[in-house]
């Protein structure tokens, strides 16, 4: 038994992504959420990172999609980039208070990102893991963290998360190192190195592993060649997301549809 597998991209408003480089010629611009969530899964959404939303607006959002599509929303930039995370309690409050209920069954994990020079301290981080709640309005609530600074690469970061049920996300980039260890009922990964003379973004050979290394994620597996800190997950069956995120932006779209095909 393996369990569903959603691939996507950050957002649906790009203009480079209109004129048939995704969205087809004279597309309206108020239909793109409708016409982007007909050939993805799931969508990163990353305005939430930098304001606030009104609760009709995810209502909206919610009503736009079909059944089975799922958001992922970043947290606002107000919870972790701050000195002290452990004080990030009323600002994580403000963040899943506004509304995002509203998605119901759509909502899918909170992406908690970290900046690059933000280094682990255990206590702080550890207090922080314990201010992610885990429902509100009566709906569950899944929370995944992504830290990019090369201190987290410890036994002790993986065993925080693990205990709090909170995922690592593993985020493929040529800017800072990345943890593959699976410490979440859920696997998100995202992936950030689209090229733009690719079609697709990557090449086939890339997509088919990708395409293998997600079927092994969701059939509870850690795939071979990814980079470890323990790599001792307990082999179950997980919702597994996969974005194509910055890059070649352009082509990121091409890349979702050619690893959706792939899993087909």
Same mark, same amino acid.
């Given at each position: 038994m393996t369990?569903?597998?959603?691939i996507?991209i950050?957002?649906? !408003?790009?203009e480079?992504? %209109?004129?048939?480089?995704?969205?087809?010629? *004279?597309?309206?611009i108020? %239909?793109?959420l409708?016409?982007?969530?007909?050939?993805? !899964?799931?969508?990163?959404v990353?305005?939430?990172?930098y304001?606030?939303?009104?609760?009709? !607006?995810?209502?909206?959002?919610?009503?736009?999609?079909?059944?089975g599509?799922?958001?992922?929303?970043?947290a606002?930039r107000?919870?972790t980039? %701050?000195?002290?995370?452990?004080?990030?309690?009323?600002?994580? $409050?403000?963040?899943?208070?506004q509304g995002?209920?509203?998605l119901?069954?759509k909502?899918?994990?909170?992406?908690?990102?970290?900046?690059?020079? *933000?280094?682990?301290?255990a206590?702080?981080f550890?207090?922080?893991?314990?201010?992610?709640?885990?429902?509100?309005?009566?709906?569950a609530?899944r929370?995944?963290?992504?830290?990019?600074?090369?201190?987290?690469?410890?036994?002790?970061?993986?065993?925080?998360?693990?205990? &709090?049920?909170v995922?690592i996300?593993?985020?493929?980039?040529?800017?800072y190192p990345?943890?593959?260890d699976?410490?979440?009922?859920?696997?998100?990964?995202r992936?950030? !190195?689209?090229?733009?003379?690719?079609?697709t973004g990557?090449?086939?050979?890339?997509l088919?592993?990708? $395409?293998?290394?997600?079927?092994?994620?969701?059939?509870?597996g850690?795939? &071979?060649?990814?980079?470890?800190?323990?790599?001792? &997950?307990?082999?179950?069956p %997980?919702?597994?997301f996969?974005?194509f995120?910055s890059?070649?932006?352009?082509?990121n779209?091409?890349?979702?549809q050619?690893l959706?095909?792939?899993?087909?």
């Open positions: 369990h569903p597998i959603r996507g950050g957002g649906w !408003t790009f480079p992504w %209109r004129g048939g480089a995704f969205y087809p010629e *004279k597309w309206p108020k %239909r793109e409708e016409y982007a969530a007909s050939k993805l !899964t799931a969508i990163e990353n305005g939430t990172y304001s606030g939303f009104k609760p009709a !607006t995810f209502a909206n959002w919610r009503d736009q999609t079909p059944d599509f799922v958001f992922t929303l970043k606002s107000f919870c980039n %701050r000195k002290l995370l452990a004080d990030a309690g009323e600002s994580v $409050a403000r963040f899943v208070g995002i209920t509203e119901g069954g909502l899918g994990p909170i992406l908690w990102q970290f900046m690059a020079t *933000k280094k682990f301290d206590e702080d550890g207090a922080f893991l314990k201010l992610l709640p885990a429902s509100h309005d009566g709906i609530l929370h995944a963290v992504q830290v990019r600074h090369d201190s987290f690469a410890v036994p002790e970061f993986v065993a925080l998360c693990r205990a &709090a049920g995922a996300v593993y985020a493929q980039s040529d800017e990345a943890i593959a699976v410490t979440g009922d859920f696997v998100y990964a992936l950030e !190195t689209a090229i733009e003379d690719e079609p990557y090449s086939p050979a890339e088919g592993r990708w $395409a293998a290394v997600a079927r092994d994620w969701a059939a509870g850690e795939p &071979a060649g990814l980079p470890y800190v323990t790599n001792d &997950a307990a082999r179950t %997980r919702d597994t996969v974005f995120i890059g070649a932006k352009v082509r779209p091409a890349a979702a050619a959706i095909a792939r899993l087909a």
